[in-house]
């Protein structure tokens, strides 16, 4: 573990039996804002303490109440990403914990990715949660600061340190529509945004029981040739002269209408239905708060809530909703953030490590 702060405090006192021996000579400060409570640092940490309330800076924090023990986790935690990759963040607690999340943001502005963390695994004493942050296609390549929270009851763990996202080059297209995809895309419907609004909640809503695929994605259709990628820059010129601009947030195989298409991980369908921009679509939860979507379909397979395994045809390919031509839109969502497939595709979605258990016989039960 890391950590660091500044060196005022109402009382100081040293409290090592409470913390791992590689911590040693720890900062301690008593806290009095909200409530009384104790705060442990490393010994590289760096904070004020105003009015008796905590401002953490850097560094690793734990927090808690006279009479308690502070959290003692240990993390494995990315120190940066690029745009359209998944950081992985991995926490251990040798007791049951309530809940983790973490999240990334830039100096005095808003958060530029968040996400819920899941119990992954069990082993032995030990419990294993795990946080999958989607970095946004849009990122500005910059430094940024992670922080990770944990807790249990009233004690709360809090690791801050420096993110940096990297520069990524994404390709430019200029796509021109006719009159009818013209006005699909921008005439006011109050069902488009019915439906905007109906994804984007399901997307941020994880299901903490949804452990379904640890593994490699699938590529739906290989050898397929690729007609859109992940994070390309758009300019649609209408049929009236003006234009727009957006980034795709999935990618584009071209293939025949009628295609079977897979699932790219097991996982359980929360969405197999029609809606007005990506047509007949399908929505598969792998992990929670993890989802791939299947747009454009000819043909349903899959019925919302059964579990399908990887490889599993799920439907036919086609050109409904808001389509130039017959394919298949493959999207990956993690926490309501669009991420890359390719890189889901290329090794495992979780670290393999021996605390990892098999969750594979556990479980028992485009547009916007």
């Not at 049951?96 to 695994?121: H, I, K, M, Y």
Request: proline share 7%.
């Amino acid at each position: 573990m890391k950590s660091g702060l500044p060196r005022a405090a109402a009382s100081v006192f040293l409290l090592l039996a409470a913390f791992p021996a590689r911590l040693a000579w720890p900062a301690t400060v008593e806290l009095t804002n909200p409530a009384t409570a104790i705060c442990i640092t490393d010994p590289k940490a760096v904070f004020t303490v105003e009015k008796g309330a905590l401002r953490p800076v850097l560094g690793e924090f734990a927090i808690f109440t006279a009479g308690m023990l502070p959290l003692r986790l240990s993390t494995n935690v990315a120190s940066g990403s690029a745009p359209g990759q998944i950081a992985r963040l991995y926490v251990w607690s040798v007791e049951p914990l309530d809940a983790v999340s973490a999240q990334v943001s830039a100096s005095g502005g808003n958060a530029v990715a968040e996400a819920s963390g899941f119990r992954a695994s069990f082993s032995g004493t030990r419990e294993m949660w795990a946080v999958l942050l989607g970095i946004p296609a849009g990122s500005a390549p910059r430094g940024y600061t992670l922080r990770l929270s944990a807790s249990a009851g009233p004690r709360t763990f809090l690791l801050l340190q420096p993110f940096t996202i990297q520069k990524r080059t994404f390709r430019f297209e200029r796509i021109s529509l006719t009159k009818e995809l013209s006005l699909l895309l921008t005439a006011p419907d109050p069902r488009k945004t019915a439906e905007s609004r109906s994804l984007a909640l399901m997307l941020a809503t994880p299901h903490p029981d949804a452990l379904y695929e640890t593994g490699a994605f699938l590529d739906p259709l290989p050898g397929a040739r690729r007609t859109a990628g992940y994070g390309d820059r758009r300019e649609y010129a209408y049929s009236d002269g003006s234009s727009s601009f957006s980034i795709h947030e999935g990618i584009d195989i071209a293939t025949p209408t009628g295609t079977p298409v897979p699932a790219c991980g097991r996982g359980r369908v929360v969405f197999a239905g029609q809606r007005i921009l990506t047509g007949n679509s399908v929505v598969i939860e792998h992990l929670p708060g993890l989802f791939s979507l299947y747009y454009h379909l000819s043909a349903l397979v899959a019925k919302q809530g059964e579990v399908v395994e990887r490889g599993q045809i799920i439907g036919l390919s086609g050109m409904t909703g808001f389509a130039t031509g017959p394919h298949l839109h493959w999207e990956v969502e993690a926490s309501g953030i669009a991420v890359d497939p390719d890189a889901l595709a290329s090794g495992p979605l979780l670290d393999k490590s021996p605390d990892f258990i098999d969750i594979g016989s556990s479980q028992s039960t485009e547009g916007r």
